[in-house]
Structures are given as C-alpha cells and as structure tokens.
C-alpha cells in the first residue's frame, strides 16, 4: 500500500474541544511510525455542542474538503490513513469510498450504532447520525453510496431503538464483543476488501481518554486481534476518530501510542 496521511481538524458535531489535539497527537504518532507528511485538512474551532442541522452547516465547507482530499487520495492510486477528531467526519470519507471502492465493507467499530436519522434520533446529535448517512438512511448533503449490505458494526454496546432495530431485521450486521468476536467478524468479512472505521470509546473505558464512556469495552489485545484479522484482507482505508488529547476529568495527556501499536497490522506494521 501508498498510504497517504490525513489530520482533520475542523468542526464536526463536537461536544468539546478535545478531540483536536486528540486528532493531532494520532496523527503525530502515525507521521513517526511512518514516516509520512500528513495533511491537515480544516482549523480547530470552539466547540458548539449543539443540534445536528446547526452543526452540520457550520462544519459543511471543511466536511466538503475533507471529501475532496479522498478524492485526491484515491486518484492518486492511495489509500488513506486519517486521525478524525468525531465520528461526523466520516459523513464525508465514506460516499468517496463508496465511489472508488464499491464492493468495500465498512467494519465500524463503535461502542455506538451512529445508524440515527433526524427523525429517530432523541439527542439531535450529529455524531448520532455519522454512518446512517453514508448509507442514505438521510440526506447529509455529503453523498452516500454505502449500502446496507456492505456494513458491518462491531463492538456496539449502547444502541438506541431504531439502532437495534436495523440489526434485529438484518439491515445491519453486528459482531458484539465477547469471546466469539473474531470468529463472527471472519465470518462477516469473508474476504471482502475492508474498510476500517475506529471510535475509540468501543474501547474498554480508561485505556484512552474519549468523550463516551461505555463499560464492556475492548481491551487493546482484542482490537489488535480485529486488526490482524482485518489486515488479512485487501484494506483500502482506516480512519481513527473520538481520541480525545487530554482526560477530562485529570488534564492528564492522553498516550495514542498503545491504540496505534494495536492497528499497526492495518497499515503495514
């Protein structure tokens, strides 16, 4: 693989101001281990913390450079390698990677279901609705072109009702965390090439500072199993989002370096 290197850094849904230096320090990590330039795409901004449509507008012209950087990527023959600040951002990667590699999955890993539309949705939260529009289940402006199909959901613990619902009926598939883990996601990947979604809070709560905590959580030894088992497959893409820079509740700054060790298998070791 050519991999080519993304820091996003512009407003997505946020709920505070973290996820920057969050996004920067992933990406500083990524830039040392290999030895990649990385392309900062939009400028940090105060956080609005506010409903999906505000938000959306406010993030729109960065969210639509971040999709022309994909498609730079892809004509270029690479494969992106991105630190997300929200899961929002992926509003704009995913219909690029519909385009360019239609028969992908997309493995999203998330201690939550982000398959929300404005109408189910009870919050209003824009990061409540980051891969239901990539799939066309709503009209973000940004595109689509991922269907249902070609969805696998890994790791999700805290599902509203419409959320469970696509599972129940099929819509979705969804590889929980537990013992069979690896078995079920080798089983709903095939050897289908992958695309590889992160948010870190589908990790155990305390191994890196997000701004969910749902308890049941991956353990850094079980994503780098995911990772292996993905990596045996044709990757045209990974993107890390919600590493927030510093713990709330401490200051303390947050180490991304055990996360990155853990998918290394992903992008090339």
């Known amino acids: ?14 709920h505070n101001d973290r996820a920057y230096s969050g996004a920067a320090a992933v990406g500083a990590t990524w830039q040392q281990r290999l030895g990649l330039a ?9 956080a609005l913390s506010t409903d999906w449509r505000t938000e959306l507008t406010a993030a729109a012209p960065t969210l639509e450079a971040m999709s022309q950087r994909y498609e730079d990527i892809y004509n270029a023959g690479q494969t992106p390698v991105t630190a997300l600040t929200r899961c929002a951002v992926a509003l704009a990667t995913l219909p690029v990677v519909a385009r360019f590699h239609p028969d992908a999955l997309v493995v999203w890993f998330d201690a ?12 209003a939260f824009l990061g409540g609705l980051a891969l239901s529009g990539p799939m066309g289940l709503w009209d973000s402006g940004l595109g689509s072109g991922i ?13 509203d009702p419409y959320e469970r619902r696509l599972i129940d009926e099929g819509m979705v598939r969804h590889v929980p965390v537990g013992p069979r883990l690896l078995e079920d996601l080798g089983a709903a990947v095939g050897d289908r090439p ?27 030894t079980e994503l780098a199993g995911v990772a292996n088992r993905l990596a045996e497959n044709a990757v045209v893409g990974v993107e890390v989002a919600e590493f927030e820079g510093t713990w709330a509740q401490s200051g303390a700054t947050g ?15």
């Open 1 to 14: 693989m050519t991999l080519a290197l993304t820091v996003f850094q512009g407003r997505a849904g946020d």
């Open 38 to 46: 990385a392309a900062t795409i939009g400028t940090p901004e105060p």
């Open 112 to 123: 939550h279901g982000d398959l929300n539309t404005p109408q189910s949705s009870t919050t």
């Open 147 to 159: 269907a249902p199909a070609n969805v696998v959901l890994g790791g999700a613990r805290d599902l």
């Open 194 to 220: 992958v695309y590889f979604h992160l948010d870190c809070d589908v990790l155990e709560p305390g191994l890196v500072p997000t701004d969910y905590r749902v308890p049941n959580g991956l353990s850094f």
């Open 255 to 269: 180490d991304a370096r055990p996360l990155l060790t853990a998918l290394a298998p992903l992008v090339g070791g």
